[in-house]
């Protein structure tokens, strides 16, 4: 169980399925538009757009799924999908972030899409392996743990590669 007292307003920290998945989506979104648009802008936007649509679809998936499986009311059944789907939204925020802030140190668009990308690989390697340690492995198996999320990571890198 999550600590209360620290702070997570984007859910990823309690949020660890939609973190990795929206890291994904983001990273996956990247690979195949950074090679399509010409501007930071355009590609930000189909990050936030790929993003918003795959968000919205889980919201309604777990909505759907509380209502029937739970019996829950509609309305509370949106309000815990909203608090489970969240992070897949909120993971959006750190690769965007490095890539306007790539750009904005002068990096050209290709360059700083393939330093987001290569967060986001490195993102997904640190939640494999935080994962790995709260779920008590030791150092072994929070190693294989990071490997796992490395190599979600570089099969995205691979499409990219095999897209540009």
Do not use: N
Request: glycine share 12%; net charge positive.
């Amino acid at each position: 169980m999550p600590d209360a007292r620290v702070r997570d307003p984007l859910g990823l920290l309690r949020g660890g399925e939609g973190a990795i998945t929206g890291t994904v989506v983001c990273a996956a979104a990247i690979a195949y538009a950074a090679g399509h648009v010409g501007s930071s802008w355009e590609l930000s936007k189909v990050i936030l757009g790929t993003v918003l649509v795959y968000w919205v679809a889980h919201l309604h998936a777990v909505t759907l799924g509380s209502a029937m499986t739970r019996r829950h009311h509609p309305l509370a059944a949106f309000r815990h999908a909203l608090a489970e789907t969240w992070p897949i939204a909120g993971a959006s925020v750190v690769p965007l972030a490095v890539l306007l802030g790539a750009e904005l140190l002068g990096a050209e668009l290709r360059t700083a899409s393939w330093v987001a990308l290569l967060a986001t690989v490195g993102l997904l390697t640190v939640y494999s392996y935080v994962a790995g340690a709260r779920g008590g492995l030791d150092t072994g198996g929070r190693v294989l743990s990071a490997v796992a999320g490395l190599a979600l990571g570089l099969l995205v890198v691979l499409l990219k590669v095999g897209l540009h």
